[in-house]
C-alpha cells in the first residue's frame, strides 16, 4: 500500500444502544426506562411538549424563562432550601428548553433514586416561581443576548433568522427572546406559562442507567401518579409558521464599523426533522460542510486560506428550521469566500461524490455515534428526543446502518432536491464601506445594507 492510499476503515465494534420499556400512567403520564446495569448511576429526566415554538406572539423566551425558574425553588423549598436538599442527594435538578421542548434533569446513585424522584416531582408540580428569582434570571438573559449583539457571531445568527423567515414566524427570534421580548416577560407570565403547558398527558419521564423497569415505573407513580390536570385553554399550538420570505437569492450587508472580517451566513429554508430523506441529507451535509475534511471546509481553509473554519448545518426541528453555511473570514476575501460556498453547494448538486469520499463521511458517522451514547444522561436525552419527535423504538439501534446505506447516487439526489442555489441568502457582517461593492459586483441578487437597533 503506498503512502498516499487511505487505510479502509475495519468493521464497526458491535453496540446496541439499551432496550427501551414503555409505560402509561392513569394520568396519561408516559415513562421510558433503559435499564444500564454496567453504570452506578440513574439519570431521571422529564421532558415536557412546551419549547419555544409555544410561546405567544410578544411573550418570546417564556419557555426558556420558565424551564429556567424550575430549578429556583418551589412552593415549600426556597431556591437555597431545593439547592441543600439536592447536595444532600449528591446530585443537582437542571433544566433548559429548545425550540420543541423543555427537559428538566437529575442524576443520582440507585440507593438515592426515590428522594430525588420525589423532589423532581415537587419541582414539576408546584414550581415556586418566585418574583425575585424569575427576575433575576430575565435580567441574566436579557444581559446574555445584549453580549451576543455585540459579539459578529450572535449578530449573524440574529439577522440571518429575520432576513430568512416571514414576519410573525416563531423561527424568525431566538429559541431564547430578544432583548424587547424578554424585558415583557413577568412571573405571572411564567405561571401562566407552566400552567397552561406543563401537565401529565403532555410529559415524559425518562429513567435511564442501573435500574430496573419495575422500580423506575413505580417510583414515578408514587411520585407523579396523583398528579391531574391537562393543558389550559391558553396554550399554543405546537405547529409553527417556517414560510420564508419569497424574492428569490438576495444579499444583505449587516454593518459593523471597523469590523476586521466578516461574519458570513449563507443558507435557505432546510427540512423538518421527520422528512423522509433525513439519512441521505445528513451524510449529503457532512460531504459538503459537516465534517473537518467536508468540502467547503477544505475549501476555505485549506486550499484558500480564507478562515480558520467553516461548516454547513440542517437545523433540525419540527418545522422546517434553516439551512446555513457559516463561517468568518478576512474582510478582503469576503466576495472570494462566498463564491467558493455557492461553488461548493452547486458542485455537490452536479457531481456525484466518489466511493473514498462517501466512506470517510459514513465511516466517521457511524464510528462516532455510539460514544454520543455513553453516559446516563446522554442516553436519558436521547430517548426524550425520540418520544418529542416521534421517532420509532429502533431508531438508534438501525442509526449506523442507515448511515452505511446512504449511497453515492442517494447523496447526489439529496442535493438536488435539497439545496436550492436560487434561494441562497448572503448575510455578511462586516464593514459596508469594504464590502458592500465586491460583495454587490458577483451578480447573486439584490442587495441591502442594514444597521442593527442597539438594543431591539
Same mark, same amino acid.
Given at each position: ?204 419521564? %425518562?429513567? $435511564?442507567?442501573?435500574? !430496573?423497569?419495575?422500580?423506575?415505573? /413505580?417510583?414515578? &407513580?408514587?411520585? +407523579?401518579?396523583?398528579? @391531574? ?95 446555513? %453555511?457559516? $463561517?468568518?473570514?478576512? !474582510?478582503?476575501?469576503?466576495?472570494? /469566500?462566498?463564491? &467558493?460556498?455557492? +461553488?461548493?453547494?452547486? @458542485? ?107 438594543? /431591539?
Amino acid at each position: 500500500m503506498s503512502m498516499s492510499t487511505r487505510p479502509v476503515a475495519g468493521p464497526g465494534r458491535p453496540w446496541e444502544f439499551p432496550a427501551v420499556h414503555h409505560a402509561t400512567l392513569a394520568n396519561g403520564l408516559r415513562v421510558s426506562v433503559a435499564p444500564m446495569h454496567r453504570l452506578p448511576m440513574v439519570t431521571v429526566l422529564a421532558m415536557v411538549d412546551a419549547g419555544a415554538t409555544r410561546d405567544a406572539v410578544g411573550h418570546e423566551g417564556a419557555s426558556l424563562l420558565t424551564a429556567s425558574a424550575l430549578t429556583e425553588g418551589t412552593a415549600r423549598l426556597d431556591g437555597a432550601s431545593l439547592t441543600e436538599q439536592c447536595e444532600r442527594l449528591g446530585a443537582s435538578i437542571d433544566a433548559g428548553a429548545d425550540w420543541d421542548s423543555f427537559m428538566a434533569h437529575v442524576a443520582v446513585t440507585p440507593d438515592r433514586l426515590e428522594q430525588a424522584m420525589a423532589l423532581l416531582g415537587e419541582v414539576l408540580i408546584t414550581p415556586g416561581f418566585r418574583a425575585r428569582d424569575v427576575e433575576r434570571l430575565k435580567e441574566e438573559r436579557l444581559a446574555d443576548l445584549l453580549q451576543q449583539r455585540v459579539e459578529p457571531r450572535g449578530l449573524a445568527a440574529e439577522q440571518f433568522r429575520e432576513f430568512l423567515y416571514v414576519d410573525g414566524s416563531r423561527y424568525r427570534v431566538s429559541a431564547g427572546g430578544s432583548p424587547t421580548t424578554v424585558r415583557g416577560l413577568s412571573p405571572e407570565i411564567v405561571q401562566a406559562f407552566h400552567a397552561a403547558h406543563v401537565a401529565p398527558s403532555r410529559m415524559t419521564i %425518562v429513567l $435511564t442507567g442501573d435500574v !430496573t423497569p419495575e422500580r423506575g415505573v /413505580a417510583l414515578v &407513580e408514587r411520585a +407523579l401518579g396523583s398528579w @391531574r390536570g391537562d393543558a389550559a385553554a391558553g396554550a399554543m399550538p405546537a405547529t409553527v409558521d417556517d414560510r420564508t420570505v419569497a424574492g428569490g437569492r438576495r444579499v444583505r450587508v449587516v454593518h459593523k464599523a471597523d469590523a476586521p472580517q466578516s461574519e458570513l451566513r449563507v443558507g435557505h429554508r432546510g427540512l423538518p426533522r421527520l422528512h423522509p430523506d433525513f439519512f441521505d441529507v445528513v451524510v449529503m451535509n457532512a460531504l459538503l460542510g459537516g465534517l473537518f475534511s467536508s468540502r467547503i471546509n477544505l475549501n476555505l481553509r485549506e486550499k484558500h486560506a480564507y478562515t480558520y473554519g467553516a461548516n454547513s448545518m440542517f437545523d433540525w426541528r419540527r418545522g422546517a428550521g434553516p439551512f446555513v %453555511v457559516s $463561517t468568518a473570514v478576512k !474582510t478582503e476575501v469576503t466576495d472570494a /469566500a462566498v463564491r &467558493e460556498i455557492l +461553488l461548493e453547494i452547486d @458542485r455537490m448538486r452536479s457531481e456525484t461524490v466518489s466511493a473514498d469520499e462517501l466512506s470517510l463521511a459514513t465511516a466517521y458517522l457511524d464510528g462516532v455515534f455510539p460514544i454520543r451514547y455513553e453516559t446516563t444522561t446522554a442516553v436519558a436525552q436521547a430517548i426524550a428526543t425520540a418520544s418529542s419527535y416521534g421517532l420509532p423504538d429502533d431508531y438508534y439501534t438501525t442509526y449506523r446502518q442507515r448511515v452505511r446505506g446512504v449511497t453515492a447516487e442517494s447523496v447526489r439526489r439529496a442535493a438536488e432536491q435539497h439545496l436550492h442555489p436560487e434561494e441562497l441568502l448572503v448575510l455578511a457582517v462586516g464593514d459596508r464601506e469594504a464590502i458592500r461593492a465586491p460583495l454587490d459586483a458577483l451578480g447573486i441578487g439584490p442587495l441591502d445594507v442594514v444597521e442593527p437597533a442597539a438594543d /431591539a
